[in-house]
């Protein structure tokens, strides 16, 4: 799974065929410090059930970083949060997210 990423410039790293399925669906923790902007833009594929999933994130024209997406529906809409693997604090917060199908992140 690869999440796209939006910069603070708005730039995307998402293929210019694909449109917006981020949702509500951030970065977050270490993750958001490192990017400089917490919006997801685009997920690929998108997943259909409540969970966690091992992904990858794509910065607009940077690397590729392996991360932890913690992905739920609420209210009928998509959330979700996206951590590194080694950021706890931030996984903690997701995991209760997750769990309490937060409507607000």
């Known amino acids: 799974m690869v999440i796209y990423a939006l910069d603070i410039n708005y730039n995307t790293s998402a293929p210019k ?9 951030y970065l977050h ?3 958001e410090d490192k990017n400089g902007f917490d919006l997801v ?6 997943p259909c059930e409540d969970g966690e ?8 024209n940077r690397e590729r970083l392996s991360c932890r997406l913690y992905f739920w529906h609420a209210n009928g809409m998509q959330k979700g ?9 931030a996984a903690i917060y997701a ?3 997750l769990k309490d199908k937060a409507e607000f992140l």
Request: net charge negative.
């Open 29 to 31: 923790g270490k993750l």
């Open 41 to 46: 833009e685009y997920i690929d594929p998108l």
């Open 81 to 89: 949060l996206v951590v590194l693997p080694d950021d706890e604090e």
């Open 53 to 60: 999933y091992d992904a990858e994130v794509q910065f607009a």
């Open 17 to 25: 065929t694909e449109k917006h399925n981020g949702s509500f669906v």
């Open 95 to 97: 995991e209760k997210c």
